[in-house]
């Protein structure tokens, strides 16, 4: 049941992203309004079409803040990469770069206000990424990165990339940890989600400020506080 399910969930979502992606496409160009409520919109369609054709809720166990922060989320399937705009008001995501040469779609992420990351680039990469973080952060928008740098099966604990630090640092934003268990629903690698309650934990703020080796060790905990949900 559950592998039909998934089938149809990519059949719709697939198919009623398109109107989403030619509005943020346009709206790229002639209206920035528009872009936003695309952008928005196919959040919101991802997020419900998982809960009413997967059987997903979803749960926040915690406070989101309403000030400017940098969040640190784990990164354990698709659905949390798409739900951020759902789950934040007007976050710009920290993203690989790679991602902004797929044709049409890097054009509109650069519009919104994602944040291209280069992990192979050096110091200069990461100056680029300061910049425009800095002027998201002017605009009164949260940050949002991935700090482990990529998606890992669920339970499992990599260290942190040396970006977050380098955003920590120079931006000097609290930092909310936020853990996720998608992994559960979704096992990397395998075509098919399970139905249940995928949970954002929301952790401590952690102030600015403190020394590199205690705060990517606090941060560290905190998104892997559902690492021993199975």
Do not use: C
Request: aromatic share 10%; net charge positive.
């Amino acid at each position: 049941m559950f592998l039909l399910r998934s089938m149809l969930f990519a059949i719709v979502f697939y198919i009623g992203s398109v109107p989403f992606v030619l509005g943020a496409l346009l709206g790229t160009y002639v209206s920035r309004p528009l872009l936003i409520a695309s952008v928005h919109g196919w959040s919101r369609f991802h997020h419900f079409s998982a809960r009413w054709l997967l059987g997903i809720r979803t749960k926040v166990d915690g406070q989101l803040s309403d000030q400017p922060v940098l969040y640190a989320v784990k990164h354990e399937s698709m659905f949390e990469t798409i739900d951020m705009p759902h789950l934040f008001r007007m976050p710009a995501v920290v993203t690989k770069r790679e991602l902004f040469d797929i044709p049409g779609w890097g054009t509109a992420a650069k519009a919104y206000g994602m944040i291209p990351v280069d992990r192979d680039a050096g110091a200069s990469a990461l100056r680029a990424m300061i910049l425009l973080a800095r002027k998201m952060q002017a605009e009164g928008r949260p940050i949002v990165i991935f700090p482990e740098g990529t998606r890992v099966p669920h339970g499992e604990r990599p260290p942190l990339q040396s970006g977050f630090a380098g955003l920590y640092k120079l931006l000097g934003l609290p930092v909310v940890p936020v853990a996720v268990n998608s992994g559960v629903l979704t096992p990397k690698g395998k075509p098919w989600w399970h139905s249940g309650t995928m949970t954002y934990k929301v952790g401590e703020t952690i102030p600015p400020g403190l020394p590199r080796e205690e705060v990517e060790a606090r941060v560290h905990a905190a998104i892997n506080a559902l690492n021993d949900q199975a």
